[in-house]
Each structure stands twice: as C-alpha cells, then as structure tokens.
C-alpha cells in the first residue's frame, strides 16, 4: 500500500533534513530472503522508508494445475507448497477434499496423520530458527538444529520413503500403515530431541547479541497482525490466542492435552520464543499419539473415495476394476464447495475447493500463509533500520514455495 | 453468531448452499464493502482469510466473481461471502483494502490471474505474473499448455528509469537472445496443438 512515510520521531529533524531517498534491491538471489524475494527498499541513509515486496519468481501455476487433475494427483504439488513441512499439506489438502465428500477418516489414520502433522511441525520449525539464528550470526544453532531436522528426515524416509517430497496422504487415508518398529524410532527421536532443544535454547534464546537484535524490533499489535490476516505463530506472538487445532478441532486435536504458546509483545524475540515452545508442544502431541494409536483400518471403506487393499487388488477382478477407475477417474467427490485451513507450521494454509462432481475439481484457490506474512512486510519493514531486514524476514518464516504457488 | 442474525442485520445478503461449518452467503457486489464493515464491526469478523477469484465458464453468466472468507477470532467461525460481478466482458468489485489491510495482496493477485478489476485499490498491479504479461492464466478459456506471451524484454525498474542491458551470459548457456522474438509454442512443440486451438482473446 502506498502510503507517505513518517518518520520516527528520533530522525523526524523537519524536511529539509531528510536526505536523499535511494532505491535498493534486496533479493531475488540473496541469503537473508530464504528463497526468491525480491524486496524493493527506499532507504534514506540507514533508515527504509519504504519497502515494496516483490513475489512471483516461483510462480508455477499451482491452482491451474490442480484443476486439471484428479484429487490425489494434485497431492505431489501439496509437497511443494511449503517444502518444508510436506506432510503437512498434504494432509490439509486431503482434509479439505474429505470435507467435500463428508467423509470423515479412520481412527487410526486421524492419529498418524496428527504425528506426520507434528513431526512436520518440528522439522519445519527447526529450519525456522536455525535461519533466523543465522540471520542474527548464529552459525552453531544452525547446524544444532540440522543436526535434529535430519533425523527427522530419516524418519519421514522410513514412513514414506520420502525424504522431502513425501506425498503421504491420500483422499480417505494415508498411502499405507507404518512400517514395523517406526514408532519406537519416533519415541527415541522424541526421547532425544527435549534435550537437544534445550541445548539449542540457552546457546541462543538469552545471548546478548541475540536480544540485542530482536527485542523490540518488528513489532506487530494484535489488531495489526488481525488486519493483515497473519495466522499461525506469527499471529500468537502478537498475544492473539488463536491455535486451529484448538478452536477449529480437526484430526481429533481436541483429545490431546497440550498448551497454545502466546507471545506479549509482537517483536521478532516473542516470534523465536513462540515457536521454540511449539517444538515441545509437539512432543507432547506426538508422545500422546503413540500412546493411545487405536487400531484397525488406515483407510476409509468407501470404495467411491479409497481403493481396496493391494492384496485383494491383485487377487480379486471387482477389486482390481475398482482400483482401476479410482486411479484414472479419482475419488467421486459429490458437487459443492468447501473452505478448509490447517493450523500449519507456517501459519493457516487454507484450501478452497468448488467441485462440479466427479474425482477433478473445479476450482481450487489456496491461501497460503507466507503470502500473507510478506503481505504484511510493506507495513512492518518501513522505520526499521537496513540491518534489521533480514532479522524480520527471518521472525516471520516464510516459504516462497507456497507464497508463489 | 448464526446466519440468521447476520441476515436480519444485512437484509441484501442470501443464505447459500456449503459442504463446511462456514456461514455462507451471496452478496450483490453494491453492498459488499458495507457487508465486510459490519461483519468487521458488528461481529468480530477481524481477519480477511482469503479472497478467491472463480470463474464459472465462458458460457455461464454471471461469469467471475470472488469468494471472500471472514474468520472471527473470538467466535470461532468463519462467514463466505460470494460476490458474482455483473459485467462478465470487464468484471469489477469493489476494493475490501479499506476495511481489511489484508485485501491488497489477495486483490492484486484475483486481478493477475482472474483480471478482476478492483475498484480503489490504492496500486492495482500484477503480483505473480510480470507487468507486460496480456493474459489471465487462471480463466477457464486459458489453455493449461500456456499462451505465447513475449517475455519481460528487460528487467529495467520503472521506477529508476534505467535500461538494464543484460549481461552475454545472463541466463546461462541457453539463453535466447533477447532480441529474438521467444514464445512457448517454439520450445515446447507440445504446447502448439492446445494454444492453436484455444480462442484469440483472453
């Protein structure tokens, strides 16, 4: 939005002190963006006075593909929407489309799909810290927290035999059950990950350098961070207690016992602290899936939605034919539309789904959180200093994967 | 907060059929910036989630329109607001950045890929798509293969006024030259049979 800058008030010495204004470009290639952003910044001297934020060099059409495929076609693309909790979407994806068909998901596979959801948490939150952590000359925590996102990924590896592009769930279920023995790995995941978060904790969260940086910077009111639509972490720092797996129960969030972290003051600090305390949330969550994981079917036995087991496929002509036009045809998903959003690691990632019928949809509009968060930059940057740019973008862990679509 | 409430309060707004929890409605696009007030006012509908750009087919009419999406905090809910533009040859709403801060990005991007106008939208520009680009990629009529569009011939800032000349290398070693006239239909023989057959205007 274009609106005149104020300055603050040290700076505001009267027009005729205002130097010249200089255009800079931050990005599309540069470390501290996370991706392809490009800000435009008019700087006066050290201070921006303006910042236009530049998106769509990852623009790949991924709405006008989806309505060009079948459901679990389109599942892949989820992955590469914010690539860094793959899981994630796709599971929000797949709920969306079940809310369509009004079906709901087997015990079971509402529990596993809330590990594969929390674990996507961690992971994604790891990177999240360990780049801001970067940003703010952090090198350790960096590599601490990859240290921990890679046993993650050997986790996902063993469940989906994906490491990143996961492309797990399906409409009505997941693509299989766990292999033998993969909860005992995530319990000695979770077993050593408390520790290490705490290691990662005190090297960095009360480092002088560190508070220096990013107390009191970027700061969001609540009514500001609301007016933006930010969701998600970057929401709750602001002190807005607004978590979706608490106030919009999906996946049966509302059987576990865990606490929404909320932040006072809105700064860049409060965002790094909010999502520290997520990790350990999400421990608790995992530990408590495993725990109580009922058993029985993984996918729903609606044989319009969910093909039939693999064994019966290939012993059984009906089940193979069913099979058959499943895959060509997609899921029968019956007319209308529905709007979903996922609490997700990024914030709310929402799907818009108008169905004419039949396994293609008509339109599908994602809402995608870091599309907001950036939206929000062209009010939050402006007044900061040129070395505070890259602590901001950092605090509001954006994907450019899933702002460009 | 229940529909009927909201509707007692907003005469003009109609109760529409939906698959989810949301409260949803149609809204003539006259009285959508007074809906989305009240809905902001009247019943802490604080946050613009979404904004999404349909377009319900060449042949159907009212043709575009955008689906708004409220979500109250406190209450839990969300409201949709469907809001079908009169005029399909050059479909127009009106701008929600007034009331919503939110809208900008989300209006910018319904403009760029649907070519929904937006009236009072402080800077509509496109946002995924570069400036010069003459089609709407998400309307139905648009192939998926893609139209021949010439590419961005600079990477000049209008703002700076400078020719940026690129650099021989820039690009890589496949790099077309700049001069040379590049559409999708040469480097993806593919894409020819689709683009020949889809209509000339966007």
């Known amino acids: 939005m274009d609106k005149e800058f104020t300055y603050p008030e040290p700076a505001n010495l009267g027009a005729d002190r205002i130097g010249e204004k200089m255009v800079v470009n931050l990005g599309p290639n540069h470390p501290a963006t996370h991706g392809v952003l490009r800000l435009k910044l008019e700087l006066d001297g050290d201070l921006v006075t303006r910042c236009d934020p530049m998106v769509g060099y990852l623009h790949r059409g991924q709405e006008k593909l989806a309505e060009n495929m079948t459901y679990n076609q389109f599942i892949p693309f989820t992955d590469r929407l914010d690539y860094l909790a793959p899981l994630c979407n796709n599971i929000a994806y797949c709920l969306c489309a079940e809310k369509l068909a009004g079906i709901d998901a087997t015990p079971r596979c509402k529990a596993l799909r809330v590990i594969c959801c929390e674990l996507s948490r961690i992971a994604s939150h790891l990177i999240g810290i360990a780049a801001y952590g970067m940003d703010a000359g952090s090198w350790t925590v960096f590599m601490y927290c990859y240290t921990q996102r890679e046993k993650l990924y050997t986790l996902f590896e063993q469940l989906t035999g994906a490491r990143l592009t996961t492309s797990f769930a399906r409409v009505g279920g997941m693509r299989r059950d766990i292999p033998e023995g993969w909860f005992g790995n995530v319990n000695a995941f979770c077993n050593q990950f408390l520790p290490a978060l705490d290691e990662i904790d005190a090297l960095i969260t009360r480092n002088k350098i560190f508070m220096d940086r990013t107390v009191g910077i970027g700061v969001i009111s609540p009514e500001t961070a609301m007016q933006w639509g930010l969701t998600g972490a970057n929401l709750r720092a602001s002190g807005v207690s607004s978590d979706l797996r608490k106030d919009v129960p999906y996946l049966g969030y509302e059987d576990y016992d865990f606490d929404v972290a909320i932040g006072v003051h809105g700064d860049c600090y409060d965002r790094w602290l909010v999502r520290i305390e997520e990790m350990r949330q999400s421990v608790r969550i995992v530990r408590q899936a495993i725990e109580k994981m009922p058993d029985g079917p993984i996918d729903v036995g609606n044989p319009r939605i969910a093909p039939p087991e693999k064994t019966k496929v290939l012993k059984n002509m009906e089940n193979l034919i069913n099979n058959f036009i499943l895959v060509t045809e997609g899921p029968d998903i019956p007319a209308g539309e529905a709007y979903f959003e996922a609490e997700n690691p990024k914030g709310a990632l929402g799907f818009f789904i108008i169905s004419n019928g039949g396994g293609v949809p008509y339109r599908v509009k994602i809402r995608a959180p870091s599309f907001v968060s950036l939206c929000a930059m062209q009010e939050l940057i402006p007044g900061h200093h040129i070395s505070d740019v890259p602590i901001i973008l950092g605090s509001m862990d954006f994907v450019l994967g899933e702002c460009d679509r | ?202």
């Open chain 2, 1 to 202: 907060m229940d529909s009927s409430k909201i509707i007692s309060e907003l005469g003009f707004l109609k109760p529409r059929k939906s698959a989810d929890s949301a409260l949803a409605f149609d809204c003539p696009p006259e009285h959508l910036v007074k809906a989305a007030k009240t809905l902001r006012d009247s019943h802490d509908c604080r946050s613009l989630q979404d904004i999404a750009a349909i377009d319900m087919g060449p042949d159907s009419s009212p043709r575009f329109g955008a689906v708004y999406h409220f979500y109250s905090h406190s209450k839990k809910k969300y409201v949709r607001l469907v809001c079908m533009c009169a005029d399909s040859a050059r479909p127009a709403l009106p701008s929600l950045c007034g009331v919503f801060k939110g809208a900008d990005w989300n209006e910018r991007e319904a403009y760029d890929l649907m070519g929904i106008t937006f009236e009072g939208h402080p800077s509509l520009r496109r946002i995924m798509m570069w400036e010069s680009y003459p089609w709407h990629p998400l309307r139905k009529d648009f192939p998926l293969s893609g139209r021949d569009a010439p590419l961005p011939d600079t990477f000049a800032d209008n703002e700076n006024a400078t020719k940026v000349v690129p650099a021989p290398e820039e690009g890589g070693p496949f790099h077309s030259p700049s001069t040379a006239t590049i559409f999708a239909s040469q480097r993806e023989p593919r894409s020819a049979d689709t683009a020949a057959s889809a209509p000339e205007n966007p």
